[in-house]
């Protein structure tokens, strides 16, 4: 079984539309995140979720809207999407807040915008 | 503030060389260390982590890591490089108080044969 699993993993799309990306973990963690890794490969965290509750929100602009359900799962919303907004977003999760937890990544969703 | 440097963007090795990808961290206090791994249009995969105790980590895939706090770095380390270990790999610290979590830029490596 995934313990990350998002979807859809490949998803094109154009200028001004709305789309959103689902993730899911079955490890029974409390803590899940949303990363952005641009096209150089840089990874940049974007939110983070501890018990469904909002613990970070780096600057990203306000069209990305994360919402948590319940604890296993983190879905992302993005409103009139840009050109920029092309990326791989990364869910992720780790057991709680604790910093020496690992991080485990879903397998990434490719969002290109046109 | 905690940051991580890793040096090559790139790196090529001959099949049977040793792996070496270097990462320095900066950090007021001794953070958490981690090495991920990448492969081609995949998510990222936890190679080993240090937190406490022994300095020598082992990891998966053959992979290893020494955390030195005189150099601030955590180098990742393999005797023998694999055609399979051609991937981008990533290293990220984590500080002992809160949850942040910084990534590397990433170092792709390359397996000739």
């Known amino acids: ?114 | 503030a905690q940051s991580v440097t890793q040096l090559g963007s790139h790196v090529s090795v001959s099949e049977g060389a040793l792996v070496l990808l270097r990462c320095n961290y900066s950090s007021s206090v001794p953070p958490y260390l981690f090495w991920y791994v990448q492969y081609p249009n995949q998510g990222l995969q936890l190679l080993l982590k240090y937190t406490t105790g022994a300095t020598l980590v082992k990891g998966i895939n053959g992979f290893e890591a020494e955390f030195k706090k005189s150099e601030t770095s955590f180098h990742l380390t393999k005797p023998s490089a694999h055609m399979s270990d051609a991937a981008e790999y990533f290293c990220a610290v984590r500080a002992n108080t809160g949850n942040q979590f910084y990534f590397g830029t990433g170092t792709s490596l390359t397996v000739i044969p």
């Open chain 1, 1 to 114: 079984d995934t313990a990350v699993s998002q979807t859809p993993k490949y998803l094109v799309t154009q200028m001004g539309n709305d789309k959103s990306i689902k993730c899911e973990q079955n490890l029974g963690h409390d803590t899940m995140y949303w990363y952005k890794q641009d096209s150089k490969k840089f990874l940049k965290i974007m939110f983070s979720y501890n018990n469904k509750e909002l613990i970070i929100n780096e600057t990203v602009p306000n069209r990305f809207s994360p919402k948590s359900p319940d604890k296993a799962h983190l879905n992302l919303h993005i409103n009139s999407l840009e050109l920029g907004d092309s990326a791989v977003y990364f869910c992720a999760s780790s057991r709680d807040w604790g910093s020496g937890n690992t991080i485990y990544f879903g397998e990434g969703s490719w969002l290109t915008v046109v």
